[in-house]
């Protein structure tokens, strides 16, 4: 079997896998980052979303192998400590979340859109979350949870 | 009940959830995160038939690949069926038709996902690798899937006891008084609709695993379901009869329901049953394809309405036949979504005197059909506004005059309707009054005009529904056909440093109850919020439960915990008047101070807390020690929430493309606890509602019964730019017969919203000669309805 060695959440992992292996049960099984979740299996869906070398990935469509010395960051890379991110925080202010399956997705994926980027209009905010869906919320809360997380990121509390 | 308490945690606040700092850092807790020592995986070899008689399994060269625990078939499988937990009888007295439901197949599959051997291995790709090598040889049959021609003659049969493939065929209401009604119309009105198949499509896919100990004997099942005590009955008494004390079910976090995580599923009972068969513990998880072919889905009526009025626009009866897919076995509650949960509600908040309604079930070789968010009340909603809304067009009254024309005033309730409800409390022009204000109905005009100098067509759609929830009465659901009580359980267990742990029946899957419950209980009692935990989904922690479904769990569960916390209080005040020296009658409580009528003297729940557990100054002969209370509430009623739901559209008449410029919900839900949580049920509803209208349907092929939209490839979820954000508000009356005053809030989104959409479809497609279309209202459906329409009006 392959090693693949890559840093997770500024944690330095190596292990050997199955060639196979996707990114998101490499995180999820051999890991134990079970924050990442997996909620289809045609890559539509966004719940597996997380960060490889900095950008929105979705874990379910990419190979571990693929991915050797890649950094990658999870759901459980983003608060600092118990200090949430600020585009955490906009979610749980905002009621962004409500089963919090599509949660850890959704906002890796926010995170990725709104980076770098000021005054994202509520159309440009839904078109960029397209790739993830959610059946909880109706997107309301969570278009302005992200609206929120991009200002606070932008008034330099973000990371 | 105290009002609002004015602080930032009390009824009627909206305090942050207590649930969203795990959910958000990756700490919540679902089914697939658990991971027993010694696990094994299971693999499900489902059928790709429709329909077919299963002629051979071959398993020996599957059994010899690497990894493989163990392979079982039908042959294998030797405890019972899934059984369905609600009995229908047919309008000749005669019950309904109940198939058996065996886990694995025995010697034919009925629709395609049917479920033929289980593969258990050391890893999931071990297993799926061994059900490759699993040979079965099928002789394929003709199969049914349409729900209108599944009763016709020449289609398939899918039971040899069904025929005609009719499970029940039932009726309510008064037959000869429509018919008199009718008889004497000054106007009738007709339609008739299609209520698509739906995917419930929580985004957690089902997960189970079953864990059984041979030390002790006992079973442990971890499994997605909103109602734990309810898997634990149906899977412990009925198919694996394992007495309850040796079987445990525990619901953890779970990522959404809608209905779908109701039921009892083989998959549950086959790992729990396997664990014991391979003495280690066997976890099954689904995927999404797999869902698409096991989740039992949603609505598919095919129905016929007809109303008459009077030369006034009075609605004087109303005559409906449906029939409804069961799909190819009889889920959980599958018989009394189209019945009770559905033909009740025809009254909707409208004075029509008489009703008669029809409903025939049929079996398919389709996915079991089963409650999706609403159950039966989107069904009938969108049938009545549908109904009304044509009403209004052919009689030329305008359609919100109609709707006020024939409202239950608020001066008439409670109100009898005349299909066995009684509705206690509603003010249906408030809500209406308020949405209209709302929505902007009286300038819409304007805007259409603006529109179409764009070239779009815009349109505006009203709906007016009310809907029965917080199920139910034990003793009026079991005369119905239910196999179970539906009271609730609440227990409160005040620590002896004056924390709080609640435990509830119901279940949290989304709802927030965490924190709602926690406001309820820290309000009454008067500690602090971040004093009271609530616990849910473990059998073996709470008492009993029936779940969460049905909008019920504020309603039903949240007055259990009242009725305990009312337990607590009055026990409490004995323990105070005893460390006062008074007389119990003179204590009061408020704010969390026990005080003695007309004196200074006054002690804390803490300290009546800590006396109950450390008795030295006690009445102990009078009182035990301790300071915990159990209830079970079983509700006098069903709850009746109500309200308007408003839609504006914008329809491209060269693409038709529809898009979702406004949407208005005014809800009247009775006492609300978390107005931001509220806000967001209502959310996530519509938006259901929206994708019901405008976006998804589950398509079977007619000749194969293969189902074509299997994937999120095919089957349309609503997404961040399908949907505009809604504007929500509340105008309660209180539920007259629950100590909260609360009616539920979960389904109403769903209920109130996919007429709204459609009238709006059909308000902006009338100027183009539309005058009717079905859901989902797609591109491709308005665009060639505005064709049709243009070459009928040029053959004029």
Redo the contacts between chains.
């Keep these: 079997m392959p090693t693949v060695k890559m840093t997770v959440n500024g944690k330095a992992v190596s292990a050997d896998v199955?060639a196979?292996t996707l990114l998101v049960h490499f995180l999820?099984d051999t890991l134990e980052?079970?924050?990442?979740?997996?909620?289809?299996?045609?890559a539509?869906?966004g719940?597996c979303t997380v960060h490889v070398n900095g950008k929105a990935v979705k874990s379910c469509n990419a190979l571990a192998v693929q991915l050797d010395g890649a950094q990658v960051t999870?759901?459980?890379g983003?608060?600092n400590g118990d200090t949430?991110h600020p585009m955490?925080e906009a979610?749980?202010?905002n009621?962004g979340?409500?089963?919090?399956?599509?949660?850890?997705g959704m906002?890796m994926s926010a995170i990725d859109l709104v980076q770098g980027k000021s005054n994202l209009s509520?159309?440009e905010?839904?078109?960029g979350?397209?790739g993830?869906?959610?059946?909880?919320?109706?997107?309301?809360?969570?278009?302005k949870a992200v609206k929120a997380g991009a200002d606070a990121m932008q008034a330099g509390k973000g990371r | 009940m105290a009002a609002d308490s004015g602080t930032a945690t009390g009824i009627g606040a909206s305090p942050k959830r207590k649930e969203d700092f795990r959910f958000l850092t990756g700490r919540g807790t679902y089914t697939d995160d658990i991971n027993r020592p010694g696990q094994t995986y299971a693999y499900i070899l489902r059928s790709p038939h429709a329909h077919a008689e299963i002629v051979k399994i071959d398993t020996a060269k599957a059994k010899g690949m690497p990894g493989v625990a163990a392979i079982f078939t039908g042959a294998d499988y030797d405890k019972g069926g899934v059984p369905c937990g609600w009995q229908i009888h047919s309008k000749d007295g005669s019950p309904m038709i109940e198939p058996p439901h065996f886990p694995l197949c025995k010697d034919r599959v009925r629709h395609v996902g049917d479920q033929v051997a289980l593969v258990i291995a050391n890893s999931i790709a071990e297993a799926r690798d061994a059900a490759e090598e699993i040979d079965v040889t099928y002789k394929e049959l003709p199969a049914i899937v349409s729900t209108g021609a599944a009763d016709k003659a020449g289609a398939a049969q899918v039971w040899p006891d069904a025929k005609n493939n009719t499970c029940f065929d039932w009726h309510i209401g008064d037959k000869a008084a429509v018919d008199a009604a009718f008889a004497k119309a000054h106007h009738v009105t007709k339609l008739d609709l299609i209520n698509q198949r739906l995917a419930p499509n929580a985004m957690e896919p089902r997960a189970a695993v079953g864990d059984y100990d041979r030390a002790t004997g006992e079973y442990t099942l971890y499994t997605t379901s909103q109602n734990p005590h309810v898997i634990r009955l149906l899977m412990g008494a009925f198919v694996l009869q394992i007495p309850e004390h040796k079987l445990r079910v525990v619901a953890p976090d779970v990522g959404g329901g809608f209905g779908s995580k109701i039921f009892h599923y083989s998959e549950e009972a086959l790992v729990t049953w396997a664990s014991e068969k391979v003495r280690r513990p066997v976890k099954w998880t689904s995927d999404r394809s797999e869902a698409f072919l096991s989740d039992a889905q949603g609505r598919d009526h095919v129905s016929h309405a007809e109303l008459a009025l009077d030369k006034d626009g009075k609605f004087i009866a109303l005559r409906v036949n449906t029939i409804a897919n069961m799909g190819a076995y009889l889920s959980t509650f599958a018989p009394c979504v189209p019945t009770y949960l559905s033909a009740t509600l025809l009254a909707g908040v409208y004075t029509t005197p008489v009703i008669y309604a029809e409903v025939k079930a049929v079996f398919t070789n389709t996915v079991a059909v089963d409650a999706y968010r609403g159950a039966g009340r989107p069904e009938t909603t969108y049938l009545l506004e549908r109904l009304v809304e044509k009403a209004a067009r052919e009689t030329g009254i305008d359609r919100v005059e109609l709707r006020r024309r024939n409202f239950i005033p608020k001066t008439a309730f409670p109100y009898q309707t005349p299909v066995a409800l009684q509705y206690d409390s509603g003010d249906y022009e408030a809500t209406l009054d308020l949405a209209l204000k709302m929505g902007g109905w009286a300038d819409f005009e304007n805007r259409r005009a603006e529109a179409q100098k764009r070239g779009k067509l815009r349109g505006i759609g009203i709906s007016t529904y009310i809907e029965a929830c917080g199920i139910a009465p034990s003793a009026v659901v079991g005369s119905l056909g239910a196999r179970a009580g539906l009271y609730e359980c609440g227990q409160v267990r005040v620590h002896p440093t004056g924390s709080v742990t609640v435990f509830t029946g119901t279940h949290s899957h989304g709802q927030g109850h965490e924190t709602t419950f926690a406001q309820l209980v820290s309000d009454t009692l008067g500690v602090p919020f971040e004093s009271v935990e609530v616990s849910h989904g473990d059998t073996n922690k709470i008492p009993f439960g029936m779940g969460t479904y049905g909008s019920r769990s504020l309603a039903v569960g949240g007055s259990a915990i009242v009725k305990a916390m009312d337990k607590i209080i009055a026990k409490a005040k004995r323990i105070a008047a005893h460390l006062m020296e008074a007389s119990v009658a003179d204590i009061d409580f408020k704010n969390g101070e026990f005080t003695v009528k007309g004196t200074d003297k006054k002690v804390s729940f803490g300290q009546v807390a800590l006396t109950a557990y450390v008795p030295h100054n006690y009445p102990i002969t009078e009182l035990e020690p301790g300071l915990e209370e159990t209830a079970f509430y079983d509700p006098l009623n069903f709850t009746y929430p109500g309200g308007t739901h408003i839609c504006e559209v914008e329809i491209d008449p060269e693409t038709g493309v529809t898009q979702v410029v406004n949407f208005t919900a005014v809800d009247d839900i009775g006492r609300v606890i978390n107005p931001m949580i509220v806000e967001g049920q209502v959310h996530g509803g519509v938006v259901q509602g929206i994708g019901q209208a405008l976006l998804e349907n589950c398509a079977y092929d007619q000749e194969t019964g293969q189902l074509l939209t299997g994937s999120y490839m095919d089957y349309t979820m609503p997404r961040a730019d399908d949907v505009p954000s809604i504007k929500v508000a509340t105008h309660s009356t209180m539920c007259t017969h629950n100590p909260l005053g609360s009616k539920g809030v979960g389904e109403v989104g769903a209920i109130g919203s996919p007429p709204a959409v459609i009238n709006a479809v059909l308000d902006a497609l009338r100027p183009v000669g539309v005058t009717d279309i079905s859901m989902p209202a797609t591109p491709h459906k308005v665009w060639q309805a505005i064709q049709s329409a243009g070459k009928a009006k040029a053959a004029e």
């Design positions: 199955e196979r999820r980052l079970t924050g990442t979740h997996v909620g289809c299996d045609t539509q869906c719940a999870t759901i459980e983003l608060a949430l955490q979610f749980r202010d009621h979340l409500q089963c919090g399956f599509c949660t850890p906002v509520e159309s905010i839904r078109a979350l397209e993830n869906i959610c059946r909880c919320t109706g997107y309301h809360n969570i278009v």
